[in-house]
């Protein structure tokens, strides 16, 4: 899901609107579901739900006199006086807390960017606000992210929709258009199984004509690239934990996985200029924002925190509190470095990564047994391939950083929780993705940090049924069997590899609903409080967050969203709650209603 490279739906109409509602609520739900069949639809998606709000709500502009007291509540101009200011109160009959003794309060005030009373209704000398018919819930928080290559997908080539050769042509050409003649082509996000599950070759890229081009898979663990970015490699042998995938005759296809990837291709591959890095983190943060997530644990090279995030963060442009998580992996580990970095409440350094097999898409996740529709049993990588993983977690560990270690396969996972055992006592290692686990390992995870993100279930639970066969359901996204075994639940995305919307991650987790519209693992199901939990509470104890993010009592910073419906009552089948508000230490980022798109707020510091 990692990697070492930054790399229209319409609204509908009338008669689509009436055609739906006569569906059944299952099938309606069904339908609905399928029809978003690619993360980047999902993407764009909360746009699209927010643009519908508007004309629903009659918001659009010289529509003022139609609009309700809701609409009124969040108008522009009123939150281009709030934002302004970080003291204010705030009244809401359905504030959510996360407090198991009192999970509802009806008001709070804010000064100096932090709560400092629950239940009193007068401000302390500023801005009020009341939401009624709106519920409120603590800042979503998102333990897994990848925040400024998430950002320069923004400005990439986008290849989830292309079904087939000839929409590799058509969308690349396009692409090509707006390019310059010396600039490569980088592109991402294609799927095989959009097609008929043939791995592309060199010759799918051949729109790019002479210019280099390369267009990374999905899950970005392997990527594709023509003959002219061939010619700048050397593809004589294969790499340790990689494969460059061959023709009968032993000529490159142009197909590198793994490794091959990331250590052959990857430093080849210009590098993003200042500008472009610092406009997507900007992006980056905007998106996150729009979709309620105001604490983001982002996986990152030094070298982008330094040059990106700590100028960003220090301007006051870094509107999203970011727990970054460092992916040098080379030995001597650069700990000098990252300790001369300081840490505040918007950004800080918690752990080094590492990764210890590759991807169920890839058929690389390293499993016990053989894949269904392989010889293959994928491969361990890096420090687990080497025998190392132990000893580099100890480092990690003695430095006082916390080991974040990607295990997809059941066998990697477990080459993880070994190597854990014998050395964090603490219980300090973050297990990432944890997609498919041995039925005999579960109970060893308890009081451990299992980062898991429930979106890549929608996409990969279809995938793991064929790949996997049915006599291993049991032991895929297993949400609900780590949470009985006690282990310490934390949600995320794996922006850009999926989609960054958490509340469309809560839907899955809480339904088992896939792309494909079907139900899978039902038994591992959440009911909507663990759900919410993960995304708040349980992502802010595996960022090591101690500052109260992730509830909303006295004293914890102001990082709170408003949504439109009850998420611990609403019908996940038929929809997700969607963002009206999202407030990050008491001053608006982010409001669905500002149709003059004032929400981007970097420019506020106070």
Same mark, same amino acid.
């Given at each position: 899901?990692?990697?070492?490279?930054?790399?229209?739906?319409?609204?509908?109409?009338?008669?689509?609107?009436?055609?739906?509602?006569?569906?059944?609520?299952?099938?309606?739900?069904?339908?609905?579901?399928?029809?978003?069949?690619?993360?980047?639809?999902?993407?764009?998606?909360?746009?699209?739900?927010?643009?519908?709000?508007?004309?629903?709500?009659?918001?659009?502009?010289?529509?003022?006199?139609?609009?309700?007291?809701?609409?009124?509540?969040?108008?522009?101009?009123?939150?281009?006086?709030?934002?302004?200011?970080?003291?204010?109160?705030?009244?809401?009959?359905?504030?959510?807390?996360?407090?198991?003794?009192?999970?509802?309060?009806?008001?709070?005030?804010?000064?100096? /960017?932090?709560?400092?009373?629950?239940?009193?209704?007068?401000?302390?000398?500023?801005?009020?606000?009341?939401?009624?018919?709106?519920?409120?819930?603590?800042?979503?928080?998102?333990?897994?992210?990848?925040?400024?290559?998430?950002?320069?997908?923004?400005?990439?080539?986008?290849?989830?929709?292309?079904?087939?050769?000839?929409?590799?042509?058509?969308?690349?050409?396009?692409?090509?258009?707006?390019?310059?003649?010396?600039?490569?082509?980088?592109?991402?996000?294609?799927?095989?199984?959009?097609?008929?599950?043939?791995?592309?070759?060199?010759?799918?890229?051949?729109?790019?004509?002479?210019?280099?081009?390369?267009?990374?898979?999905?899950?970005?663990?392997?990527?594709?690239?023509?003959?002219?970015?061939?010619?700048?490699?050397?593809?004589?042998?294969?790499?340790?934990?990689?494969?460059?995938? *061959?023709?009968?005759?032993?000529?490159?296809?142009?197909?590198?996985?793994?490794?091959?990837?990331?250590?052959?291709?990857?430093?080849?591959?210009?590098?993003?200029?200042?500008?472009?890095?610092? *406009?997507?983190?900007?992006?980056?943060?905007?998106?996150?924002?729009?979709?309620?997530?105001?604490?983001?644990?982002?996986?990152?090279?030094?070298?982008?925190?330094?040059?990106?995030?700590?100028?960003?963060?220090?301007?006051?442009?870094?509107?999203?509190?970011?727990?970054?998580?460092?992916?040098?992996?080379?030995?001597?580990?650069?700990?000098?470095?990252?300790?001369?970095?300081?840490?505040?409440?918007?950004?800080?350094?918690?752990?080094?990564?590492?990764?210890?097999?590759?991807?169920?898409?890839?058929?690389?996740?390293?499993?016990?047994?053989?894949?269904?529709?392989?010889?293959?049993?994928?491969?361990?990588?890096?420090?687990?391939?080497? /025998?190392?993983?132990?000893?580099?977690?100890?480092?990690?560990?003695?430095?006082?950083?916390?080991?974040?270690?990607?295990?997809?396969?059941?066998?990697?996972?477990?080459?993880?929780?070994?190597?854990?055992?014998?050395?964090?006592?603490?219980?300090?290692?973050?297990?990432?993705?944890?997609?498919?686990?041995?039925?005999?390992?579960?109970?060893?995870?308890?009081?451990?940090?299992?980062?898991?993100?429930?979106?890549?279930?929608?996409?990969?639970?279809?995938?793991?049924?064929?790949?996997?066969?049915?006599? *291993?359901?049991?032991?895929?996204?297993?949400?609900?069997?780590?949470?009985?075994?006690?282990?310490?639940?934390?949600?995320?995305?794996?922006?850009?590899?999926?989609?960054?919307?958490?509340?469309?991650?809560?839907?899955?987790?809480?339904?088992?609903?896939?792309?494909?519209?079907?139900?899978?693992?039902?038994?591992?199901?959440?009911?909507?409080?663990?759900?919410?939990?993960?995304?708040?509470?349980?992502?802010?104890?595996?960022?090591?967050?101690?500052?109260?993010?992730?509830?909303?009592?006295?004293?914890?910073?102001?990082?709170?969203?408003?949504?439109?419906?009850?998420?611990?009552?609403?019908?996940?089948?038929?929809?997700?709650?969607?963002?009206?508000?999202?407030?990050?230490?008491?001053?608006? *980022?982010?409001?669905?209603?500002?149709?003059?798109?004032?929400?981007?707020?970097?420019?506020?510091?106070?």
């Amino acid at each position: 899901m990692d990697s070492l490279v930054n790399s229209p739906l319409e609204s509908p109409g009338a008669a689509q609107v009436a055609a739906c509602v006569a569906l059944p609520a299952a099938e309606h739900a069904r339908r609905s579901f399928a029809q978003q069949s690619e993360s980047a639809a999902w993407e764009r998606g909360h746009r699209l739900r927010n643009q519908r709000q508007r004309a629903a709500r009659g918001t659009t502009q010289g529509s003022r006199d139609s609009r309700s007291s809701h609409e009124d509540r969040y108008s522009p101009r009123r939150w281009k006086y709030l934002r302004a200011m970080t003291n204010w109160s705030v009244n809401c009959a359905n504030i959510w807390t996360g407090d198991p003794l009192r999970p509802w309060r009806r008001g709070m005030t804010i000064r100096d /960017g932090r709560i400092v009373s629950l239940d009193e209704g007068s401000a302390p000398s500023s801005g009020h606000s009341a939401f009624t018919g709106s519920w409120i819930l603590p800042g979503l928080i998102d333990a897994h992210a990848h925040l400024l290559m998430g950002g320069l997908t923004l400005q990439r080539l986008d290849l989830s929709a292309a079904r087939s050769r000839d929409d590799f042509d058509r969308l690349i050409d396009a692409h090509c258009t707006t390019l310059t003649a010396d600039q490569w082509l980088e592109a991402f996000g294609w799927n095989e199984h959009n097609w008929n599950g043939a791995r592309p070759d060199h010759s799918w890229l051949r729109a790019a004509g002479a210019r280099p081009a390369v267009a990374w898979r999905c899950d970005q663990h392997a990527a594709l690239v023509n003959e002219s970015a061939m010619g700048a490699l050397d593809l004589r042998t294969d790499v340790a934990g990689g494969t460059i995938v *061959r023709e009968v005759h032993g000529a490159p296809t142009g197909l590198l996985l793994e490794q091959a990837a990331w250590q052959l291709l990857a430093p080849r591959i210009p590098q993003p200029s200042l500008t472009s890095r610092a *406009r997507a983190c900007s992006e980056a943060c905007n998106h996150l924002l729009s979709v309620g997530v105001t604490t983001v644990g982002a996986m990152e090279y030094l070298d982008q925190i330094e040059q990106v995030l700590v100028p960003a963060r220090d301007a006051g442009r870094l509107t999203v509190r970011v727990a970054a998580t460092v992916l040098d992996r080379v030995r001597p580990l650069p700990f000098a470095r990252a300790r001369a970095i300081r840490g505040d409440d918007f950004l800080r350094i918690i752990g080094f990564k590492s990764f210890a097999d590759g991807t169920l898409g890839s058929s690389t996740a390293a499993m016990f047994d053989r894949y269904c529709d392989s010889d293959s049993r994928g491969s361990l990588m890096e420090h687990a391939l080497e /025998g190392t993983l132990t000893e580099w977690m100890r480092e990690v560990l003695e430095a006082n950083y916390s080991p974040s270690v990607h295990a997809i396969g059941d066998r990697a996972l477990n080459e993880v929780l070994q190597a854990a055992v014998a050395c964090d006592l603490m219980k300090r290692v973050r297990f990432e993705h944890a997609q498919t686990v041995h039925p005999d390992s579960i109970a060893r995870f308890r009081n451990r940090l299992v980062s898991m993100q429930p979106f890549h279930k929608a996409g990969d639970a279809p995938l793991a049924r064929t790949r996997l066969g049915t006599h *291993r359901d049991n032991r895929c996204f297993q949400f609900r069997s780590f949470l009985t075994a006690g282990a310490r639940l934390a949600f995320g995305s794996d922006w850009p590899i999926a989609s960054a919307d958490p509340l469309e991650g809560m839907r899955v987790a809480i339904t088992g609903l896939a792309l494909d519209g079907k139900v899978y693992g039902a038994s591992a199901n959440l009911t909507a409080h663990e759900a919410i939990t993960a995304y708040t509470q349980g992502a802010a104890e595996c960022l090591d967050d101690s500052s109260g993010a992730g509830t909303l009592a006295i004293g914890s910073p102001a990082d709170f969203i408003v949504v439109d419906r009850n998420p611990l009552a609403c019908d996940w089948m038929d929809e997700a709650p969607q963002v009206l508000t999202t407030v990050v230490g008491g001053i608006v *980022r982010y409001d669905a209603t500002d149709t003059a798109g004032n929400h981007d707020t970097t420019a506020a510091t106070a």
